[in-house]
T-cell receptor, first 115, second 111 residues
Framework: SAVISQKPSRDICQRGTSLTIQCQVD?????MFWYRQQPGQSLTLIAT?????????ESGFVIDKFPISRPNLTFSTLTVSNMSPEDSSIYLC????????????FGPGTRLTVL | AQTVTQSQPEMSVQEAETVTLSCTYD???????LFWYKQPPSRQMILVIR??????QNATENRFSVNFQKAAKSFSLKISDSQLGDAAMYFC????????FGTGTRLQVFP
């Protein structure tokens, strides 16, 4: 299974600033996903990031607020822009392992607190 | 619309005993996958078990097994011989074209 790392593991940010979260995979993968997990809540898909194309955003999430880059098959970034306290969440990236259809492996998450 | 419902916010079990976590779902698709994920306090989401909808046989992984009732759209997780390390949030999820998660069940394991 793929091994996924995320940076930073946690951060505390001021309102109005932006934070970029990095997701690194130890193997080449086609599909990468970004999720948000608000405090005490379940996971919600933000967007799907495929290399070489624009990310596909789910309802309620927009590119201006959550720009995503996918420069190659092992790396992606998610930026949380113009942050407000409501953006305080855990952000997780995941990948779909090509050998295991429909099976996703998750990174350790980034805990973001916005003051 | 796809939905996943976990009606048990919290469950507890004694070490070495068996516990069952409930999950129901709704989808109009005939081809889909179901998963149970475990999220310990470390936050790392770990896949526990998967079930393909086209398979009638219930999936098992060591101490973990599912009771998949396709007609009833039910997908419960049974943990046998519970261990302290099983304590975590457990999320049921449905994958048609994207993963949808239930609200989770917090499992406590008492020695």
């Amino acid at each position: 299974s793929a091994v996924i790392s995320q940076k930073p593991s946690r951060d505390i940010c001021q309102r109005g600033t932006s934070l970029t979260i990095q997701c690194q995979v130890d193997s080449q993968v086609t599909m990468m996903f970004w999720y948000r997990q608000q405090p005490g809540q379940s996971l919600t898909l933000i967007a799907t990031a495929n290399q070489g194309s624009e990310a596909t955003y789910e309802s309620g999430f927009v590119i201006d607020k959550f720009p995503i880059s996918r420069p190659n098959l092992t790396f992606s970034t998610l930026t949380v822009s113009n942050m407000s306290p409501e953006d305080s969440s855990i952000y997780l990236c995941s990948v779909e392992d090509g050998a295991l259809v429909n099976e996703q492996f998750f990174g350790p998450g980034t805990r973001l607190t916005v003051l | 619309a796809q939905t996943v419902t976990q009606s048990q916010p919290e469950m507890s079990v004694q070490e070495a005993e068996t516990v069952t976590l409930s999950c129901t779902y709704d989808t109009s698709e005939s081809d889909y996958y179901l998963f149970w994920y475990k999220q310990p306090p470390s936050r790392q989401m770990i896949l526990v078990i998967r079930q393909e909808a086209y398979k009638q046989q219930n999936a098992t992984e060591n101490r973990f097994s599912v009771n998949f009732q396709k007609a009833a759209k039910s997908f419960s997780l049974k943990i046998s011989d519970s261990q302290l390390g099983d304590a975590a949030m457990y999320f049921c999820s449905l994958d048609t074209d994207k993963l949808i998660f239930g609200t989770g069940t917090r499992l406590q394991v008492f020695p």
